[in-house]
């Protein structure tokens, strides 16, 4: 059995993201995967024909794979650090796959709210400086 990797990339101050890109790029069960679509969503058929329903269930599939697949990874915790960072200035509907065992809405949620507290923290401090 794998087990997790100890860094305490939740701290603001935590591992750079090149650090954590290295970690993830070297120890991460997608990489090098013979699936490597199955962190990714579905697309739609391209010879039509599938109704909006079976394409969501078909995605809701994929969700729930790339979760499992996700779950025993060795770097979770610092793939999703690395992907909410990542993403943190970016378009939300730039969110792509499954990161860190997350899908893109539960990122979306999570950046929202690191958003927020960097929002509150900058508000704070120059409060403070005035
Ligand atoms: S947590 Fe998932 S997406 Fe991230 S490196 Fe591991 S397998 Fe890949």
């Known amino acids: 059995m794998r087990t997790m990797l100890s860094l305490p ?6 591992p750079a993201i090149t650090d954590l890109s290295s ?4 120890f991460g069960t997608c990489v090098g995967a013979l699936n490597p ?5 579905p697309e739609p058929n391209p010879s039509g024909g599938e109704s909006p329903e079976a394409l969501a269930i078909r995605r809701a599939d994929y969700e ?4 499992q697949l996700c779950g025993p990874c060795p770097v ?36 929202r709210r690191r958003r927020q507290a960097a929002a509150r923290q900058i508000t704070e401090t120059s409060e403070a400086v005035a």
């Open 23 to 26: 970690l993830v790029s070297k």
């Open 76 to 111: 979770r915790t610092q793939c999703l650090e690395l992907a909410l960072r990542e993403e943190h200035d970016l378009p939300q509907t730039w969110f792509h796959g499954i990161r860190g065992g997350k899908a893109p809405w539960q990122r979306r949620s999570m950046v």
């Open 9 to 14: 990339c939740q701290k603001p101050n935590g």
């Open 64 to 67: 729930n794979t790339a979760r």
């Open 37 to 41: 679509d199955a962190w990714f969503p």
